[in-house]
């Protein structure tokens, strides 16, 4: 049986920040990947400590089309080799934004853990959004789970 890709595809505008020509654009790393892996976009060599968190650019800019947004991701991988993760995960990227796309990373590892120039270090998906108009109301309608909160089906 053979595979087609039936997913609708967007055009992303991007532009390189200067001097990173030599970054790979943000690339999908299988065919029906959800997220393109984002590269490190650092001078030299940073060794984040266990603990620390520290701003790191993707050396990239990004123009979504209204009705979109970017979601920035931990990488899987890093998580449970090192325990890197994003501090604001998911971080989001509204539509509207045209700064240099930077990632809140923090190392939860117990060991330093040294990023270098071109290495994979986050995720970035694109979703449609929905906004919404608030309607106020004096009850909202009743449903079986109704107030039931955390672990309220069992553990």
């Given at each position: 049986m053979t595979k087609t890709n039936l997913m609708n595809k967007l055009k992303l505008q991007i532009r390189k920040k200067e001097n990173c020509e030599d970054l790979p654009l943000p690339?999908?790393?299988?065919?029906?990947?959800?997220?393109?892996d984002l590269y490190a976009d650092v001078d030299s060599e940073i060794s984040l400590a266990p603990g620390e968190i520290r701003l790191v650019s993707a050396g990239i800019y990004i123009s979504l089309p209204e009705g979109y947004e970017a979601?920035?991701?931990?990488?899987?991988?890093?998580?449970?080799?090192?325990?890197?993760?994003?501090?604001?995960?998911?971080?989001?990227?509204?539509?509207d934004y045209r700064g240099l796309i930077?990632?809140?990373?923090?190392?939860?590892?117990?060991?330093?853990?040294?990023?270098?120039?071109?290495?994979?270090?986050?995720?970035?998906?694109?979703?449609?959004?929905?906004q919404v108009d608030l309607e106020?109301?004096?009850?909202?309608?009743?449903t079986d789970r109704n107030t039931g909160g955390f672990g309220h089906t069992g553990v």
């Open positions: 690339k999908y790393m299988s065919q029906n990947s959800s997220g393109m979601q920035i991701r931990p990488r899987s991988g890093l998580a449970i080799k090192y325990g890197i993760g994003i501090v604001n995960s998911p971080g989001t990227i509204d539509a930077n990632i809140i990373l923090i190392n939860f590892g117990k060991t330093p853990y040294v990023i270098k120039r071109g290495m994979r270090i986050a995720q970035m998906v694109i979703n449609k959004v929905t106020v109301v004096d009850e909202l309608d009743s």
